[in-house]
């Protein structure tokens, strides 16, 4: 066991700054039968690279043990992340999709939930999606998907068959590759001198400000900020001309690179550029200071579950997130504390969260006998899940946040 590694954007020393333990798989829900003794365990830590900065797990997940098959995650199952898809796909096609005949690529386009608006305007369009199930709801959509990882002979492939893309956009995937330097050289051989990368992901900015360490997990790999993705863009004939803070998944930050010298950056770099600098964000000191109060979460969440059961309440989980999976392993939250949890995809129900093995059930036996109170683990989706669930409030449950910090609403 290692506390430093080697920087998978520069090759620099990556010093750890904190351990979670041993971690499952976040989306590896078991079947009830599963055999407990097989399943996969890893080393989850986190640390940041002295030479460019960026924050990165310490040890890597096999790709093909995470994305496969039966990946279970639907983009499309959240009504307010249908609309900002939407949306981004209709200012794409009136700003950088505007020329004849214009191409888009998206990596990680999953369900198609962004595609989807791109195949309806008629514009030539790729998905590339290893997870073959999800990659098939896209299809059934009218989304031209390839099945397979993005990389640079990927990239290569589509550069032959399609020629050179306007825009490459990636949400929620890009952190999700250790092996940078391959999907930058692939994004340069796949992008015309005129194009643009486009890309959001969590940014550590808002992790670090709202302790939200649930957001590492194996699937997170990178955890992003304005300083590391500028010196990752440079390292690789690259330049940051763009940044945009965006509030879904607990705030992320858009990142839109340009082959290096094509545009000029626009001041909203230079603005977060300089807040992270005063935030002292890149600092060993600030990200020490994080992991002190995920311990304080832990200690409050288990201590607030425990007085619940004592008490004889109900508590169950809401949102079988790949999030929850740190949180439950971390804390040690078992079916004594949290029964069940709730969740509205088809292929995580009937099924055990990984680690701790919470029976995983559907939304209508949360209604079915509302518990006293629901601790939400799809915290990111806050506003639409308790606009939905009023009647359980009416009815006098109560919700549990954990972060920023733990408390009942
Ligand atoms: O980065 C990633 C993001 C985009 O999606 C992936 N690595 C994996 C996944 O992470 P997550 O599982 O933490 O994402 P969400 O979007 O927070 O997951 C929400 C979960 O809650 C889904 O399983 C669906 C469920 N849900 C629900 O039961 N009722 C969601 C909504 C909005 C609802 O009303
Ligand atoms: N873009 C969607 C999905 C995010 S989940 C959204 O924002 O909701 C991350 C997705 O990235 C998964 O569907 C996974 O299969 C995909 N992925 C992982 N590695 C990839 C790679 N190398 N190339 C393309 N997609 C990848
Ligand atoms: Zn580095």
Known sequence: MSNTSQCRVCGGSVDEFFDFGRQPLSDAFLPLDADFEKEFFFRLAVGLCQECTMVQLMEEVPRDRMFHEEYPYVSS????????????AKR??????????????????????MLKAMAEAGVRHLGVEPSGGVADLAAAKGV????????????????????????????????????????????????????????????LGDIVERSSFDQIYDEHFFFFTARSVQRMAELNGLELVDVERLTVHGGEVRYTLAPAGRRTPSDAVAELLRTERENKLAELATLQGFGASVLKIREDLVALLTRLREEGRTVVGYGATAKSATVTNL????????????????????????????????????SATYPDYALLFAWNHAEEIMAKEQAFREAGGRWILYVPDVRIV
Not at 77 to 88: N, T
Not at 338 to 358: E, M, N, Y
Request: include cysteine; glycine fraction near 8%; charged fraction near 25%.
């Open 77 to 88: 199952g959240s009504a307010y992340m249908r609309e900002h898809f939407e949306g981004l």
């Open 92 to 113: 794409l096609l009136s700003t950088e999709l505007t020329a004849e005949d214009p191409f888009v690529v998206e990596l990680g386009c999953n369900d198609g939930v």
């Open 144 to 203: 031209r998907v390839r099945k397979s990882f993005f990389e640079e002979s990927a990239a290569r492939e589509i550069e032959a068959e399609d020629g050179r893309a306007d825009v490459i956009y990636a949400a929620n995937t890009l952190c999700h590759i250790p092996y940078m330097q391959s999907i930058l050289a692939g994004v340069r051989a796949l992008l015309k001198p005129t194009g643009v990368f486009v890309f959001e992901d969590p940014y």
């Open 331 to 366: 804390c040690g939250i078992t079916p004594e504390l949290v029964s069940f949890v709730c969740d509205t995809t088809p292929a995580k129900q009937g099924r055990l969260t990984p680690g701790t093995h919470i029976p995983v059930r559907t939304p209508e036996d949360f």
